[in-house]
């Protein structure tokens, strides 16, 4: 399975948004640093700041190994997750003793996580280890999406290209695994907020964006090893769906981001569905049935007219969803070389349907294609399995009392600048706007 230009071009219209954007953060010296009553629990605190800022680090690079990010990530959210168990017990504790219910949740609410968010465009805050979590993971689902995207455009993909398109496959169905984790999941910590990165509706199109992403690699395989047209044509049908339920699921979003990325992904639908079309007419032309064959360039060519304007719509859309690596492809979707390649495809083999309908079968041409074929569902989400509490953590003990008095509010969302929470510098840095109710702002 080579990663030919044929797939390259495909997978370079990969819509990338900006990597999420956070703060850094020490446990070891923050208001959770204080309540350290031993040199155990200082030492895990230590331990988890350096596994924090080490997967950070990773992620600020789309070309490091997707297994060494896998291992920190897996490192950092275990010992996170046992981290939120050692201060719920600690808090326990403390309420126990002292009967003060607000006063054990200065130290579960000790520490001000603060992410950026690509739908709002706010920078949200939150004293929750959870919505850390949340984000973390969130922002490892993006990542996967934008490393793929760096493997087809900058990898050497001449020396391994079997090992390339595998590590695109495996990255984006790894991603999906993730977006699907959070639309299964019963988010009871953290409230539902609409119009942000964790609206059902955007998780939705993420994951089948995705899917349809690495299906992408799929198709490209069929067409070099000379599949059968049909198989080809069952294959992009499925790409179609996949593009269109995701283009779909954005419908009742205004945000401007939605807008955009609606128009990219009915741009891919309306191009797969033209690719669809054209195997399809391939296979009836084999099959001596050349007026349907004609019927469906005819439907063929509709569709890669509609996917035109669309990408040209698309190219001139403002949007954050242009965020990554892929600042040279500032052309519209439909000029890009596959566009040019399918469309000549299309136009010879109608142009010899036509030929041979008019010497040979004189068959009718039906006003609208044949039915469609079944769809050929060749991709799944890879599970993503939840982090379980890293042992270790029972050696802490703490003192809530000493946490500061700052720290006793609940979860809290601020409204003030926060220059600390930095971007990725890989990613376009876009303008953050005063926020809503929910979220903090940058200047």
């Known amino acids: 399975m080579h990663l030919s230009s044929f797939s390259a071009m495909a997978l370079s219209w990969l819509c990338r948004e900006p990597s999420k954007a956070t703060a850094l953060i020490n446990f070891a010296t923050n208001s959770v640093g204080l309540a350290a009553a031993n040199s155990p629990t200082k030492e895990k605190l230590r331990e988890l700041t350096q596994q924090r800022g080490e997967l950070l680090e990773?992620?600020?690079?789309?070309?490091?190994?997707?297994?060494?990010?896998?291992?920190?990530?897996?490192?950092?959210?275990?010992?996170?997750?046992?981290?939120?168990?050692a201060i719920d017990e600690g808090a326990q504790?403390?309420?126990?003793?002292?009967?003060?219910?607000?006063?054990?949740?200065?130290?579960?609410?000790?520490?001000?996580?603060?992410?950026?968010?690509n739908v709002s465009l706010n920078i949200e805050c939150e004293n929750n280890v959870d919505f850390e979590l949340d984000n973390i993971t969130l922002n490892m689902g993006i990542w996967?999406?934008?490393?793929a995207a760096w493997v087809v455009e900058y990898a050497d993909n001449s020396a391994d290209g079997d090992a390339a398109a595998k590590d695109?496959?495996?990255?984006?169905?790894?991603?999906?695994?993730?977006?699907?984790?959070?639309?299964?999941?019963?988010?009871?910590?953290i409230a539902y907020a609409p119009n942000t990165d964790f609206d059902e509706r955007i998780l939705e199109v993420r994951m089948h964006q995705c899917l349809a992403e690495a299906q992408e690699v799929t198709l490209d395989r069929a067409r070099?090893?000379?599949?059968?047209?049909?198989?080809?044509?069952?294959?992009?049908?499925?790409l179609y769906d996949k593009f269109q339920a995701a283009a779909d699921a954005l419908t009742s979003m205004e945000v401007k981001m939605a807008k955009r990325l609606r128009l990219y992904l009915a741009f891919k639908a309306k191009f797969y569905q033209a690719f669809m079309y054209t195997y399809a007419g391939l296979d009836a032309f084999a099959n001596e049935k050349c007026g349907d064959a004609l019927a469906f360039y005819n439907a063929s060519k509709a569709a890669l007219a509609a996917a035109k304007e669309l990408g040209q719509a698309y190219t001139r859309?403002?949007?954050?969803?242009?965020?990554?690596?892929?600042?040279?492809?500032?052309?519209?979707?439909?000029?890009?070389?596959?566009?040019?390649?399918?469309?000549?495809?299309?136009?010879?083999?109608?142009?010899?349907?036509?030929?041979?309908?008019?010497?040979?079968?004189?068959?009718?041409?039906?006003?609208?294609?044949?039915?469609?074929?079944?769809?050929?569902?060749l991709t799944e989400p890879k599970p993503f399995e939840e982090p379980t509490a890293a042992e270790g953590w029972e050696v802490t003990t703490w003192d809530a009392s000493k946490v500061p008095v700052s720290a006793k509010t609940a979860p809290r969302k601020g409204r003030e600048d926060h220059e600390d929470v930095k971007f990725s510098p890989f990613d376009p840095e876009q303008k953050r706007k005063p926020t809503s109710a929910s979220g903090c702002s940058i200047s």
């Open 58 to 85: 990773l992620m600020a690079q789309f070309r490091s190994s997707s297994d060494e990010v896998r291992e920190s990530f897996n490192k950092y959210t275990t010992n996170l997750k046992g981290f939120k168990k």
């Open 93 to 117: 504790k403390a309420a126990g003793e002292e009967g003060a219910v607000p006063e054990s949740r200065k130290l579960t609410h000790a520490t001000t996580f603060k992410w950026s968010d």
């Open 144 to 147: 996967l999406m934008k490393h």
């Open 168 to 189: 695109i496959f495996a990255s984006l169905k790894e991603a999906a695994g993730i977006f699907q984790y959070f639309l299964q999941r019963n988010r009871s910590e």
């Open 224 to 238: 070099q090893l000379k599949h059968a047209p049909a198989l080809i044509s069952a294959v992009a049908r499925d």
């Open 317 to 377: 859309a403002p949007g954050s969803m242009s965020g990554g690596i892929h600042t040279t492809h500032l052309l519209s979707p439909a000029g890009h070389f596959l566009f040019g390649v399918l469309e000549r495809t299309t136009n010879e083999a109608h142009d010899k349907a036509h030929r041979e309908n008019g010497f040979i079968y004189f068959h009718k041409i039906p006003a609208g294609p044949p039915e469609a074929p079944e769809p050929k569902n």
